[in-house]
């Protein structure tokens, strides 16, 4: 049926996104700190977003199909806890390393490489491409700002374009489940006739 094949695994989608949003947040939170810039006011506008995009993700889940349990399930889980757990330990060594060779102020760009290198292996593992463009945009723009950026801004700079990376990829993702729910449900009711 073409409405379980469309919107089966947009549950899954609508998680991600709202992972996304939540540490898109943090960056934001971090930019600010980091910059000297947060206020209620800036706390304000990043919450309101939070709550934007997080009203669009459980508007997808609420009409998504439920996700089926599968064979492979079990085995996808262990790889997701695997690659997250990768990705904590390669920003611990990568932190350490700076921190001895003082080079403290490339912590943040190599936590977001790190994220954006993270999100290829789970492109592959939840069928996802987005993740592909999402993590080569943190790549990229950590390693720019990190050649490109005066060492008193690198940090903010790198953060806030991380959280922006990470909320425009949630909003790519809630615009594309919210058009093929659109798309599924009119086809539901308007079945082509032969």
């Known amino acids: 049926m073409q409405t379980t094949r ?6 899954s989608r609508a998680i991600g996104a709202m992972i996304f949003t939540g540490f898109g947040a943090l960056w934001f939170l971090l930019a600010l700190y980091v910059r000297q810039q947060l206020n209620a006011a800036n706390v ?5 977003a ?4 997080a009203a669009a993700a459980t508007h997808v889940l609420r009409r998504a199909e439920p996700a089926l349990a599968g064979p492979n399930d079990a085995r ?9 757990a990768a990705q904590w330990i390669a920003i611990f060594i990568a932190l350490t390393i700076l921190r001895r060779l003082h080079l403290g102020v490339y912590g943040v ?8 290198l993270h999100l290829f292996p789970l492109a592959r593992l939840f069928r996802n491409p987005l993740h592909y463009a999402t993590g080569t945009a943190l790549v990229a723009w950590a390693a720019c700002v990190s050649r490109l950026a005066p060492a008193d801004t690198m940090q903010g700079i790198t953060a806030l374009g991380a959280g922006a990376i990470l909320w425009l990829s ?13 798309t599924s449900t009119r086809y539901a009711h308007h079945p082509r006739t032969a």
């Open 109 to 116: 760009g190599a936590i977001a490489a790190i994220v954006g």
């Open 76 to 84: 996808r889980s262990r790889a997701f806890h695997t690659i997250n």
């Open 44 to 48: 304000a506008w990043i919450a309101g």
């Open 170 to 182: 949630a909003a790519v993702t809630l615009a594309m489940a919210l058009h093929t729910l659109r």
């Open 50 to 53: 939070v709550l934007m995009l």
């Open 6 to 11: 469309t919107t089966s695994n947009l549950s």
